[in-house]
C-alpha cells in the first residue's frame, strides 16, 4: 500500500494550496481518508477526515470554513483545498486511510493511531 501526497510549499498568509493524496494497492472505496499535520517537538494533528462515499466530511474548529476535504473515488485521489492561510498552518501535512465499514457517514477518528496506513508527508510553509 502507497499514499502519496503532494501539492505542498511555500505561500504567503491569505493564500491557497491544494494538496493531493493518490492510494495504490488498496480498494479505495473502502477507505476513509484523513489529512493530519505535524509541527517539529509535537504530536501529529488532525485536520479532516471524509466518508467513504465522499459525501460526509469532519474538520477540527481551528479550519473550518477555509480547508474543503474532498475525494475522486475514480482516481483514488483524496484532496485537502486550504485557503485563507495563517502561519500556524505550517506544518508537515499527511494523508491517511482507515478501513471502515461506514460508507455514507463520517466516523469521526482522531488518534493518529486509528488510521491504517499513511502517506509520506509533504510540507506547508505559510509566510507572514
Known amino acids: 500500500v502507497q499514499l502519496q501526497a503532494s501539492g505542498g510549499g511555500l505561500v504567503q498568509a491569505g493564500g491557497s494550496l491544494r494538496l493531493s493524496c493518490t492510494a495504490s494497492?488498496?480498494?479505495?472505496?473502502?477507505?476513509?481518508m484523513g489529512w493530519f499535520r505535524q509541527t517539529p517537538g509535537k504530536e501529529r494533528e488532525f485536520v479532516a477526515a471524509i466518508s467513504r462515499s465522499g459525501g460526509s466530511t469532519y474538520y477540527v474548529d481551528s479550519v473550518k470554513g477555509r480547508f474543503t476535504i474532498s475525494r475522486d473515488n475514480a482516481k483514488n485521489t483524496v484532496y485537502l483545498q486550504m485557503n485563507s492561510l495563517k502561519p500556524e498552518d505550517t506544518a508537515v501535512y499527511y494523508c491517511a486511510a482507515d478501513q471502515i465499514a461506514s460508507v455514507f457517514q463520517v466516523v469521526v477518528k482522531m488518534g493518529a493511531d486509528q488510521y491504517d496506513y499513511w502517506g509520506q508527508g509533504t510540507q506547508v510553509t505559510v509566510s507572514s
Open positions: 494497492g488498496l480498494t479505495f472505496s473502502r477507505y476513509q
